[in-house]
């Protein structure tokens, strides 16, 4: 059974930087896609980043340029490095990994950012 757990969230000031890791259990795990998610406060759930099997990379257009999704096969991890953190950041974000049409989800992570 795979299970995906986050870490790296915390609280930061503004124009402060986090990673976030998402580490998979299991003893082989290749999904077609990696991806963070991010909910606010009253809001809906928002896609940040993918990583395909491809390598290929796709960002929300609010965190171009400043974040970044990479991930090491070797550890089965995705990360996710935010910089430049805006106070519009503040979320709870997840990972999630698809495989053969299924999606598997990370049980979250807290990121604050203060003004």
């Known amino acids: 059974q795979v299970q995906l757990v986050e870490s790296g969230g915390g609280l930061v000031q503004a124009g402060g930087s986090l990673r976030l890791s998402c580490a998979a259990s299991?003893?082989?795990?290749?999904?077609?896609?990696w991806g963070w998610y991010r909910q606010a406060p009253g809001k809906q759930r928002e896609l940040v980043a993918t990583f395909a099997s491809s390598g290929s990379t796709n960002y929300v257009d609010s965190v171009k340029g400043r974040f970044t999704i990479s991930r090491d096969n070797v550890k089965n991890t995705v990360y996710l490095q935010m910089n430049s953190l805006k106070p519009e950041d503040t979320a709870v974000y997840y990972c999630t990994a698809s495989l053969l049409g299924y999606d598997y989800w990370g049980q979250g992570t807290q990121v604050t950012v203060s003004s």
């Open positions: 299991g003893t082989f795990f290749s999904p077609n896609v």
